[in-house]
Protein backbone atom coordinates (compact mmCIF):
# COMPACT_ATOMS: atom_id res chain seq x y z
CA UNK A 1 0.00 0.00 0.00
CA UNK A 2 1.17 3.38 -0.82
CA UNK A 3 1.36 5.87 1.95
CA UNK A 4 0.16 9.27 0.46
CA UNK A 5 2.04 12.45 -0.30
CA UNK A 6 2.91 15.33 2.29
CA UNK A 7 3.23 18.81 0.75
CA UNK A 8 7.39 19.70 1.58
CA UNK A 9 6.10 22.58 3.51
CA UNK A 10 3.42 20.67 5.84
CA UNK A 11 5.13 18.94 9.31
CA UNK A 12 4.09 15.73 10.24
CA UNK A 13 3.62 14.66 14.29
CA UNK A 14 6.36 12.08 13.39
CA UNK A 15 8.56 14.99 11.93
CA UNK A 16 8.20 17.16 15.01
CA UNK A 17 8.68 14.06 17.28
CA UNK A 18 12.05 13.54 15.43
CA UNK A 19 13.63 17.20 15.99
CA UNK A 20 12.53 17.29 19.48
CA UNK A 21 14.07 13.84 20.37
CA UNK A 22 17.34 15.40 18.65
CA UNK A 23 16.99 18.51 20.34
CA UNK A 24 16.70 16.76 23.48
CA UNK A 25 19.21 14.31 22.93
CA UNK A 26 21.59 17.49 21.99
CA UNK A 27 20.76 19.05 25.20
CA UNK A 28 21.35 16.32 27.61
CA UNK A 29 24.96 15.82 25.55
CA UNK A 30 25.77 19.34 26.24
CA UNK A 31 25.17 18.90 29.92
CA UNK A 32 27.37 15.88 30.15
CA UNK A 33 30.43 17.66 31.52
CA UNK A 34 33.97 16.67 30.49
CA UNK A 35 35.69 15.86 33.81
CA UNK A 36 39.31 17.55 33.94
CA UNK A 37 40.41 17.30 37.26
CA UNK A 38 38.75 16.15 40.94
CA UNK A 39 36.36 18.66 41.15
CA UNK A 40 36.88 20.10 37.93
CA UNK A 41 34.47 19.96 34.52
CA UNK A 42 34.56 21.88 31.38
CA UNK A 43 31.03 22.45 29.29
CA UNK A 44 30.20 24.26 25.94
CA UNK A 45 27.68 26.16 24.50
CA UNK A 46 25.54 24.96 21.82
CA UNK A 47 26.97 26.53 18.15
CA UNK A 48 23.30 28.19 17.77
CA UNK A 49 23.90 29.77 20.92
CA UNK A 50 22.91 33.55 20.95
CA UNK A 51 25.13 36.69 21.60
CA UNK A 52 25.37 34.98 25.28
CA UNK A 53 24.95 32.27 27.31
CA UNK A 54 21.54 31.43 27.95
CA UNK A 55 21.30 31.35 32.10
CA UNK A 56 19.41 27.94 32.10
CA UNK A 57 22.24 26.09 30.63
CA UNK A 58 24.86 27.51 32.55
CA UNK A 59 22.98 26.52 35.75
CA UNK A 60 21.96 23.69 34.98
CA UNK A 61 26.11 22.82 33.20
CA UNK A 62 26.81 23.89 37.46
CA UNK A 63 24.17 21.82 39.37
CA UNK A 64 25.78 19.12 37.11
CA UNK A 65 28.86 19.62 38.16
CA UNK A 66 27.90 19.52 41.60
CA UNK A 67 25.80 16.39 41.77
CA UNK A 68 29.10 14.69 40.25
CA UNK A 69 30.50 15.36 43.35
CA UNK A 70 27.57 13.85 45.58
CA UNK A 71 26.91 10.25 46.35
CA UNK A 72 24.06 8.95 44.18
CA UNK A 73 21.91 8.09 47.24
CA UNK A 74 21.94 11.70 47.88
CA UNK A 75 19.20 13.88 45.56
CA UNK A 76 19.61 17.87 45.34
CA UNK A 77 16.81 20.13 47.13
CA UNK A 78 17.52 23.45 47.09
CA UNK A 79 19.99 25.64 44.56
CA UNK A 80 20.91 29.29 45.00
CA UNK A 81 22.63 31.11 42.20
CA UNK A 82 24.40 34.29 41.21
CA UNK A 83 24.13 35.73 37.08
CA UNK A 84 27.84 37.45 37.49
CA UNK A 85 28.78 38.22 34.05
CA UNK A 86 27.42 37.55 30.58
CA UNK A 87 28.74 33.90 29.31
CA UNK A 88 30.61 33.92 25.95
CA UNK A 89 29.15 30.91 23.83
CA UNK A 90 32.05 30.96 21.46
CA UNK A 91 34.45 29.61 24.18
CA UNK A 92 34.19 26.31 27.01
CA UNK A 93 33.63 26.98 30.22
CA UNK A 94 35.16 25.71 33.46
CA UNK A 95 33.19 25.00 36.56
CA UNK A 96 35.00 24.38 39.85
CA UNK A 97 33.22 22.38 42.86
CA UNK A 98 34.21 22.79 45.99
CA UNK A 99 32.69 20.24 48.48
CA UNK A 100 31.72 22.77 51.44
CA UNK A 101 30.43 19.94 53.73
CA UNK A 102 29.31 16.07 53.69
CA UNK A 103 27.18 15.71 56.85
CA UNK A 104 25.30 12.40 58.14
CA UNK A 105 22.04 13.67 55.92
CA UNK A 106 22.78 16.83 54.24
CA UNK A 107 25.80 17.72 51.65
CA UNK A 108 26.90 20.91 50.35
CA UNK A 109 28.27 21.96 46.99
CA UNK A 110 29.64 25.20 45.77
CA UNK A 111 30.27 25.77 41.56
CA UNK A 112 32.01 28.43 40.38
CA UNK A 113 31.63 29.28 36.59
CA UNK A 114 34.89 30.42 35.00
CA UNK A 115 35.86 32.04 31.51
CA UNK A 116 38.61 34.19 30.34
CA UNK A 117 39.59 34.13 34.20
CA UNK A 118 36.62 35.82 35.51
CA UNK A 119 33.64 34.47 37.53
CA UNK A 120 30.61 34.36 35.17
CA UNK A 121 28.22 32.50 37.82
CA UNK A 122 27.68 31.14 41.09
CA UNK A 123 25.77 28.30 42.49
CA UNK A 124 25.34 26.76 45.89
CA UNK A 125 23.42 23.64 46.25
CA UNK A 126 22.18 21.19 48.96
CA UNK A 127 21.48 17.58 48.59
CA UNK A 128 19.70 15.50 51.28
CA UNK A 129 19.44 11.83 51.83
CA UNK A 130 15.79 10.53 51.06
CA UNK A 131 13.94 10.86 54.61
CA UNK A 132 10.36 10.66 55.59
CA UNK A 133 8.60 12.98 57.39
CA UNK A 134 5.13 15.86 57.26
CA UNK A 135 3.33 15.90 53.80
CA UNK A 136 1.63 18.77 52.58
CA UNK A 137 1.24 20.90 49.88
CA UNK A 138 -1.02 23.59 48.04
CA UNK A 139 -4.13 22.55 45.92
CA UNK A 140 -3.18 22.54 42.21
CA UNK A 141 -4.42 25.23 39.68
CA UNK A 142 -7.77 24.27 38.82
CA UNK A 143 -9.36 24.57 35.15
CA UNK A 144 -6.31 24.56 33.28
CA UNK A 145 -7.11 23.48 29.65
CA UNK A 146 -4.67 19.86 28.87
CA UNK A 147 -1.59 20.77 27.17
CA UNK A 148 -2.53 18.25 24.40
CA UNK A 149 -5.27 21.36 23.49
CA UNK A 150 -2.75 23.89 23.16
CA UNK A 151 -0.62 25.30 20.35
CA UNK A 152 3.26 24.86 20.64
CA UNK A 153 5.34 27.43 20.47
CA UNK A 154 6.10 26.29 16.56
CA UNK A 155 2.44 27.20 16.08
CA UNK A 156 2.60 30.19 17.80
CA UNK A 157 5.24 31.39 15.55
CA UNK A 158 3.62 30.62 12.45
CA UNK A 159 0.48 32.43 13.46
CA UNK A 160 2.76 36.09 13.97
CA UNK A 161 4.61 35.17 16.94
CA UNK A 162 8.14 35.92 17.63
CA UNK A 163 9.52 34.73 20.97
CA UNK A 164 13.23 36.16 20.23
CA UNK A 165 15.67 33.52 20.15
CA UNK A 166 13.46 30.72 20.94
CA UNK A 167 12.53 30.94 16.99
CA UNK A 168 15.95 30.57 15.83
CA UNK A 169 16.91 27.55 17.95
CA UNK A 170 16.03 24.11 17.86
CA UNK A 171 13.99 23.75 21.06
CA UNK A 172 14.65 20.24 23.21
CA UNK A 173 11.69 21.35 25.97
CA UNK A 174 7.97 21.90 24.42
CA UNK A 175 6.15 24.68 25.97
CA UNK A 176 2.76 25.17 25.86
CA UNK A 177 1.11 28.32 26.89
CA UNK A 178 -2.10 28.44 28.98
CA UNK A 179 -2.81 32.30 28.09
CA UNK A 180 -1.03 34.71 25.21
CA UNK A 181 2.74 35.43 26.09
CA UNK A 182 4.22 38.54 25.76
CA UNK A 183 5.57 38.18 22.81
CA UNK A 184 2.34 37.33 21.01
CA UNK A 185 0.35 39.55 18.91
CA UNK A 186 -2.83 38.60 19.92
CA UNK A 187 -1.72 39.40 23.46
CA UNK A 188 -4.74 42.25 25.03
CA UNK A 189 -2.92 44.33 27.40
CA UNK A 190 -1.41 44.06 31.04
CA UNK A 191 -2.42 41.30 32.92
CA UNK A 192 -2.63 40.69 37.36
CA UNK A 193 -3.30 36.77 36.34
CA UNK A 194 -0.10 34.64 36.67
CA UNK A 195 1.89 33.01 33.20
CA UNK A 196 1.04 29.95 33.08
CA UNK A 197 2.59 27.48 30.75
CA UNK A 198 2.75 23.46 30.29
CA UNK A 199 6.26 22.19 29.93
CA UNK A 200 7.77 19.11 29.43
CA UNK A 201 11.42 17.71 27.46
CA UNK A 202 10.76 17.09 23.98
CA UNK A 203 11.36 13.30 23.71
CA UNK A 204 12.38 10.45 26.39
CA UNK A 205 15.04 10.62 28.69
CA UNK A 206 17.03 8.25 30.88
CA UNK A 207 15.64 7.28 34.28
CA UNK A 208 18.71 9.62 35.98
CA UNK A 209 17.21 11.76 38.73
CA UNK A 210 20.02 14.31 38.81
CA UNK A 211 19.71 14.75 34.77
CA UNK A 212 16.04 15.48 35.71
CA UNK A 213 16.47 18.15 38.23
CA UNK A 214 18.95 19.69 35.81
CA UNK A 215 16.54 19.57 32.70
CA UNK A 216 14.22 21.53 34.79
CA UNK A 217 16.58 23.99 36.10
CA UNK A 218 17.17 25.11 32.52
CA UNK A 219 13.74 25.08 31.63
CA UNK A 220 13.02 27.10 34.73
CA UNK A 221 14.89 30.16 33.12
CA UNK A 222 12.61 30.12 30.16
CA UNK A 223 9.56 31.83 30.90
CA UNK A 224 10.43 33.52 34.27
CA UNK A 225 10.72 37.19 34.08
CA UNK A 226 7.73 36.96 31.46
CA UNK A 227 5.74 37.31 34.22
CA UNK A 228 7.44 40.59 34.72
CA UNK A 229 6.73 41.87 31.69
CA UNK A 230 2.49 40.39 31.37
CA UNK A 231 1.67 42.94 34.70
CA UNK A 232 2.94 46.00 31.78
CA UNK A 233 2.06 46.59 28.22
CA UNK A 234 5.27 45.53 26.96
CA UNK A 235 7.23 43.21 25.17
CA UNK A 236 10.68 41.76 25.21
CA UNK A 237 11.25 43.48 22.76
CA UNK A 238 11.08 46.92 24.46
CA UNK A 239 13.03 45.75 27.28
CA UNK A 240 16.63 44.97 28.29
CA UNK A 241 16.22 41.81 29.99
CA UNK A 242 18.87 39.59 31.99
CA UNK A 243 18.68 37.35 35.26
CA UNK A 244 20.37 38.11 38.26
CA UNK A 245 19.93 35.98 40.37
CA UNK A 246 17.83 32.23 40.37
CA UNK A 247 16.61 30.27 43.83
CA UNK A 248 15.00 26.60 43.45
CA UNK A 249 13.44 23.93 45.99
CA UNK A 250 12.66 20.86 44.72
CA UNK A 251 10.28 19.12 46.83
CA UNK A 252 9.19 15.96 45.05
CA UNK A 253 10.61 13.42 42.80
CA UNK A 254 9.51 14.58 39.13
CA UNK A 255 10.13 13.52 35.65
CA UNK A 256 11.54 16.12 32.88
CA UNK A 257 9.71 14.17 30.19
CA UNK A 258 6.45 14.27 31.75
CA UNK A 259 4.22 17.58 31.38
CA UNK A 260 4.56 20.11 34.49
CA UNK A 261 2.51 23.45 34.75
CA UNK A 262 5.18 26.00 35.60
CA UNK A 263 2.90 29.09 37.09
CA UNK A 264 4.77 32.18 37.11
CA UNK A 265 3.75 35.11 38.67
CA UNK A 266 5.76 38.63 39.46
CA UNK A 267 4.36 40.21 42.92
CA UNK A 268 6.93 43.57 42.31
CA UNK A 269 9.23 45.57 40.08
CA UNK A 270 11.45 48.71 41.38
CA UNK A 271 14.49 50.30 40.24
CA UNK A 272 15.02 48.38 37.19
CA UNK A 273 14.52 44.88 38.93
CA UNK A 274 11.62 42.60 38.69
CA UNK A 275 10.95 39.63 41.28
CA UNK A 276 9.29 36.95 39.72
CA UNK A 277 8.54 33.44 41.44
CA UNK A 278 7.12 30.22 39.76
CA UNK A 279 5.71 26.75 40.83
CA UNK A 280 5.99 23.44 38.82
CA UNK A 281 3.10 21.48 39.61
CA UNK A 282 2.35 17.72 37.55
CA UNK A 283 -0.72 16.60 35.97
CA UNK A 284 -2.24 15.30 39.19
CA UNK A 285 -1.51 18.32 41.25
CA UNK A 286 1.72 17.33 42.96
CA UNK A 287 3.84 20.28 43.97
CA UNK A 288 7.32 19.57 42.98
CA UNK A 289 9.50 22.20 42.40
CA UNK A 290 9.41 25.93 43.32
CA UNK A 291 11.82 28.70 41.83
CA UNK A 292 12.30 32.61 42.51
CA UNK A 293 14.25 35.33 40.29
CA UNK A 294 14.98 39.15 40.53
CA UNK A 295 15.86 40.11 36.52
CA UNK A 296 17.12 43.22 35.21
CA UNK A 297 14.85 45.24 33.34
CA UNK A 298 15.59 48.47 32.12
CA UNK A 299 13.28 50.53 29.44
CA UNK A 300 15.32 50.98 25.68
CA UNK A 301 15.95 53.88 24.51
CA UNK A 302 13.24 54.86 21.93
Not at 40 to 57: A, E, I, K
Not at 90 to 119: K, N, W
Request: include cysteine.
Amino acid sequence: MTRPSTPPAAETAEDGATRGQDALDRLVTLLDLEQLEVNLFRGVSPPHSPTRVFGGQVAGQALVAAGRTVPADRSVHSLQAYFIRPGDPRVPIVYEAERVRDGRSFTTRRVLAIQHGEAIFSLSASFQLLQEGLEHSDPAPSDVPDPESLPDIAARIAAGGDPGWLARVPRPIDMRFVDEPVWSPSRKGPSDEPVRVWMRADGDLPDDRLLHVCLLTYASDMTLLGSVLARHDLSSKTVQMASLDHAMWFHRPFRADEWLLYTCYSPTASGSRGLATGRFTTRDGQLVATTVQEGLLRLRAK
